[in-house]
């Protein structure tokens, strides 16, 4: 039978309490602690979203969820903060995922597989990078420098109502919420024929 939570408990017991009483008042400061660093332990969080500790997922989503609310970025690399310590993890692409967007009043709001919930502007961009082979991987920024990668169907239903504007001297299809336009590909890429400007 296969476990589906980890086998012991990545952060401290004193770490984990201090978090849990922070997140009942809402996200916690990370960006106020400072703890040791006490090394890297063996957590993942793969592409789809799914945490993994000591190569076991993590089947407790609200474990999953404690831990992403003290997920920090610091100088390109992902750690796990409490007050009392901060512990080093892999993260293989975007630390969330989007699952799901909300269209309303000229706002994009995302949710993430951990309950988060983002609303495209200015401080919450939405990026779209592509492979060599010109496949899309879209984001958009939740808090404080960490990213959720849009899901394939959320995406698609993004396309679906993205328009056409100018962007840096020529006209890009994206995405706009609240006033900010957000390019995803330029029109001349969807019509070889078309020629800029």
């Known amino acids: 039978m296969t476990q589906t939570s980890p086998p012991q408990n990545p952060v401290s017991t004193e770490g984990m309490a201090a978090a849990t009483r922070a997140a009942k008042r809402g996200l916690p400061p990370?960006?106020?602690?400072?703890?040791?660093?006490?090394?890297?332990?063996?957590?993942?969080?793969r592409r789809d979203g799914t945490w993994f500790y000591l190569g076991t997922p993590i089947g407790r989503q609200p474990l999953v969820r404690l831990f992403s609310t003290i997920l920090?970025?610091?100088?390109?690399?992902?750690?796990?903060?409490?007050?009392?310590?901060?512990?080093?993890?892999?993260?293989?692409?975007?630390?969330?995922?989007?699952?799901?967007?909300?269209?309303?009043?000229?706002?994009?709001?995302?949710?993430t597989n951990v309950g988060d919930e983002a609303t495209a502007d200015a401080d919450h961009p939405i990026r779209v990078t592509r492979d060599a082979s010109g496949e899309p991987s879209p984001y958009v920024m939740v808090r404080a420098g960490l990213e959720a990668l849009i899901d394939r169907k959320t995406f698609y239903r993004l396309v679906d109502i993205a328009r056409p504007a100018p962007w840096q001297g020529e006209d890009w299809l994206g995405l706009t919420s609240c006033g900010q336009f957000f390019p995803i590909i330029p029109m001349r890429e969807l019509?070889?024929?078309?020629?800029?400007g």
């Open 191 to 196: 019509d070889p024929d078309r020629t800029p």
């Open 72 to 111: 920090k970025l610091e100088e390109g690399k992902y750690f796990l903060v409490t007050p009392v310590e901060k512990v080093g993890i892999r993260v293989v692409d975007a630390p969330f995922v989007a699952v799901d967007c909300r269209d309303e009043d000229g706002r994009l709001t995302f949710t």
């Open 30 to 45: 990370v960006h106020l602690w400072n703890p040791p660093f006490c090394g890297d332990i063996d957590m993942e969080i």
